[in-house]
């Protein structure tokens, strides 16, 4: 069992920048793949990153590459997206998750869920 616990999220205009964190707590995450997700009113929660703990390996959404980029810091047990070119269509919850084993895109596979964290581009 794992609790994820996410922060950073707020207000921003368009072409700003903001750093989501997300804390785990309960055990290691050594042997997961942590994602960021996002769901925008009306929308389906969608995948935006990703990072194997272990291998640092990430993957992104096309939304987003270039502008986002995903890292954690294995000593705190905390995952990070800088999000840079805020884009209003980035407005959404943002929400961390984990899973065990290989990556994966499709937010079925994932076990954690954080409780999410509002970001809102807008000027």
């Known amino acids: 069992q794992v609790h994820l616990e996410e922060s950073g999220g707020g207000l921003v205009q368009p072409g700003g920048s903001l750093r989501l964190s997300c804390a785990a707590s309960?055990?290691?995450?050594?042997?997961?793949?942590m994602g960021w997700f996002r769901q925008a009113p009306v929308k389906e929660r969608e995948f935006v990153a990703l990072?194997?703990?272990?291998?640092?390996?990430?993957r992104y959404a096309d939304s987003v590459k270039g502008r986002f980029t995903i890292s954690r810091d294995n000593d705190k047990s905390t995952g990070y997206l800088q999000m840079n070119s805020l884009k209003p269509e980035d407005t959404a919850v943002y929400y961390c998750?984990?899973?065990?084993?290989?990556?994966?895109?499709?937010?079925?596979?994932?076990?954690?869920w954080g409780q999410g964290t509002q970001v809102t581009v807008s000027s």
């Open positions: 998750a984990a899973k065990r084993g290989f990556i994966a895109t499709l937010e079925k596979s994932y076990n954690w």
């Open positions: 990072i194997w703990w272990s291998a640092g390996l990430t």
């Open positions: 309960g055990r290691t995450l050594d042997n997961d793949v």
